[in-house]
């Protein structure tokens, strides 16, 4: 097994946002694991799902009307929906540390949490869990993160619509940009169904032909009738988070992460499947002191090219892993074969 920690190119990462840190627990076992995004003392947030299948926690109260209005970590996780154990590890570790709702008796961090499909990648008996997400915490830090292999993309695939064997490795990636004196940062772990695609609509990573020497372009392959290998609903996901410091309300921020899915559809290809459960959060940390911040139109379109410039970090950190008879090149390996 081969894993990258790569440190995140000139594009920035979301810790490059005031008030978020983010930590990776990466398995030695098999490539699984989970990422935190922590905003201890509490962030604005939303969510917007787009895929069919999602696997997610506390997601009802971000909606915008409902009276919880901060949450104090988000978590990323491989492992199916037992990799949302690793949420119950966070809240702990945040207990422990003073943070969380004051409900008069205790403190209760709020920590919302959304899962990738990763098992068919070694052993699947083995994924996050509370003592994984614990980790994950102890590890945070507010510099660059790792990228590729590492958190929820250590087991990320990309391409599977004809089938694991001829699929690519995914991986999680970060980037963000700032305007005005606001930063806009995405953290996103890619494990699509579909291909990744450069700016350029060319392929950086998908499904492959059945001999494995080339890549065959999943959309164009359906479009030419061919018929995909259909797997259950879910088995997929594109997962992630978009952060800022400007300051929004959870009614802002659900357009925020929508904007993020707009990020997701210039460079994944197909996106939003049956087979997906594409969820994307979005927080606001306030911490700008920005005195003429952008507009909504300037943030959604900050969101879209953060969360695009991640998902080509994550391909192009990922490396390739081979566990039993499945080999998984990466877009690197596949660049340096060709």
């Given at each position: ?44 947030a939303a969510v917007d799902v787009r895929g069919a299948a999602p696997g997610t926690r506390e997601t009802d109260l971000l909606r915008p009307g409902n009276l919880v209005e901060q949450v104090h970590a988000i978590v990323l996780s491989g492992g199916s929906a037992w990799g949302l154990s690793a949420a119950t590890g ?86 963000s940009v700032s305007v005005h004196g606001v930063t806009v940062g995405a953290l996103i772990a890619v494990n699509a169904v579909g291909d990744v695609l450069a700016p350029d609509g060319s392929m950086l990573a998908g499904a492959r032909t059945a001999d494995g020497k080339a890549l065959r372009n999943t959309a164009h ?118």
């Amino acid at each position: 097994m081969t894993r990258s920690a790569s440190p995140l190119p000139d594009s920035g990462c979301i810790t490059r946002v005031q008030g978020v840190q983010v930590g990776h627990f990466t398995s030695d076992l098999r490539p699984t694991g989970c990422s935190v995004v922590l905003t201890p003392e509490g962030a604005v947030a939303a969510v917007d799902v787009r895929g069919a299948a999602p696997g997610t926690r506390e997601t009802d109260l971000l909606r915008p009307g409902n009276l919880v209005e901060q949450v104090h970590a988000i978590v990323l996780s491989g492992g199916s929906a037992w990799g949302l154990s690793a949420a119950t590890g966070v809240a702990e570790w945040l207990e422990e540390q003073g943070y969380g709702l004051d409900v008069g008796v205790g403190r209760v961090p709020i920590v919302p949490a959304a899962v990738l499909f990763d098992l068919p990648v070694g052993n699947a008996s083995i994924r996050p869990d509370a003592a994984a997400g614990r980790a994950a915490c102890e590890a945070a830090t507010s510099t660059p993160c790792a990228t590729g292999n590492v958190g929820a993309g250590a087991g990320a695939t990309v391409g599977k619509l004809f089938g694991h064997a001829c699929a690519m490795k995914g991986g999680i990636g970060s980037a963000s940009v700032s305007v005005h004196g606001v930063t806009v940062g995405a953290l996103i772990a890619v494990n699509a169904v579909g291909d990744v695609l450069a700016p350029d609509g060319s392929m950086l990573a998908g499904a492959r032909t059945a001999d494995g020497k080339a890549l065959r372009n999943t959309a164009h392959s359906l479009l030419r009738g061919e018929r995909p290998q259909f797997a259950l609903p879910g088995t997929n996901t594109t997962i992630g988070v978009i952060a800022t410091d400007a300051q929004l309300d959870k009614a802002q921020l659900q357009r925020l992460a929508l904007a993020g899915h707009d990020g997701l559809a210039r460079c994944i290809s197909p996106i939003h499947t049956l087979l997906d459960g594409d969820t994307l959060f979005a927080v606001s940390t306030a911490a700008s002191s920005a005195s003429a911040p952008p507009d909504m139109i300037t943030l959604a379109a900050m969101a879209a090219e953060a969360t695009m410039q991640a998902v080509q970090v994550a391909i192009s950190s990922a490396r390739g892993i081979r566990v039993g008879e499945l080999e998984l090149p990466a877009a690197g390996d596949w660049k340096a074969r060709t």
